[in-house]
């Protein structure tokens, strides 16, 4: 009697070990039984029939593509070098396994030449002034691409991109000219407001003479408290008053010279013009 159980439990022990198969939350397997297509399965555990049913797994977790160097002429005709990096998942099991032979490598090829399509299509400064807008366009002819393969694109990012060296010494260049231009401007703005204040403070000290009192006590002060060795002796200011009258007459006093009332100047006579007259 064992000599018969023993062998259909191993036969047992065979089919469930060939036939059981467990799948992670992320998986999914593909079922072909006699070579079609039957169903997608998972996750758990799934039973297949031996040597009738294949089972194909696939993750459905996002996959990170990292995008090698890729040269590129600019529509400015500049030669750059463009690396990124790509985030995409599986959306469809069934049509990642039946519409192309790897997914994988298909993506990686497919991002590269798009790269290179729309790099190509932009200006210099428009890959390194709008690289997000570049990157939305990228990821949107990608996704529409691999729409059929069951491959959804969900990020695209530009990482590096390479610069010759004269286009680097360039742009140094420019930045600091554009920094020079700025530093002045501010300068010019701030000599400007000082100019503008000291207008003010004028016209208030002139309306207001003891505002100039103050401000000659205030300079006084400064002056002491510098700690250097110094003398200073105060003079009032009403004695330059005094001056203002004399200095006001002596400039309403000036003449003015007139050049047409100016005197002719003497001629000595010319000894020829008496010969002659003798």
């Known amino acids: 009697m064992l000599t018969y159980v023993l062998p259909v439990l191993i036969l047992v022990v065979l089919f469930l070990m060939n036939a059981i198969r467990i799948l992670n939350e992320y998986e999914r397997g593909v079922i072909f039984r006699l070579g079609r297509f039957l169903k997608v399965k998972g996750p758990g555990i799934i039973i297949l029939i031996p040597v009738l049913d294949k089972m194909v797994r696939t993750s459905l977790r996002i996959v990170t593509l990292d995008v090698p160097h890729q040269e590129v002429i600019t529509q400015d005709n500049v030669t750059i070098k463009v690396n990124a990096v790509l985030y995409y998942r599986i959306m469809s099991p069934q049509h990642a396994v039946l519409e192309i032979e790897d997914y994988h490598f298909a993506t990686s090829q497919l991002s590269q030449t798009t790269i290179r399509t729309v790099c190509g299509a932009s200006e210099l400064d428009e890959i390194l002034g709008q690289r997000e807008k570049l990157n939305t366009r990228i990821q949107s002819i990608l996704d529409e691409q691999t729409d059929a393969?069951?491959?959804?694109?969900?990020?695209?990012?530009?990482?590096?991109?390479?610069?010759?060296?004269?286009?680097?010494?360039?742009?140094?260049?420019?930045?600091?000219?554009?920094?020079?231009?700025?530093?002045?401007?501010?300068?010019?703005?701030?000599?400007?407001?000082?100019?503008?204040?000291?207008?003010?403070?004028?016209?208030?000290?002139?309306?207001?003479?003891?505002?100039?009192?103050?401000?000659?006590?205030?300079?006084?002060?400064?002056?002491?408290?510098?700690?250097?060795?110094?003398?200073?002796?105060?003079?009032?200011?009403?004695?330059?008053?005094?001056?203002?009258?004399?200095?006001?007459?002596?400039?309403q006093g000036a003449t003015k010279i007139d050049p047409d009332n100016l005197p002719e100047p003497d001629v000595p006579p010319d000894p020829l013009s008496s010969e002659q007259k003798s």
């Open 149 to 251: 393969w069951g491959v959804k694109v969900t990020t695209v990012e530009l990482k590096h991109i390479d610069l010759p060296q004269e286009m680097q010494r360039a742009m140094a260049a420019q930045a600091e000219a554009e920094r020079e231009r700025r530093a002045k401007v501010i300068g010019a703005e701030g000599e400007f407001q000082a100019a503008k204040r000291l207008t003010q403070a004028a016209q208030i000290i002139s309306e207001y003479p003891q505002a100039l009192q103050l401000r000659y006590l205030q300079t006084m002060r400064e002056m002491t408290s510098e700690g250097r060795n110094a003398t200073v002796i105060p003079i009032p200011i009403d004695l330059f008053r005094g001056l203002n009258p004399i200095m006001s007459e002596h400039a």
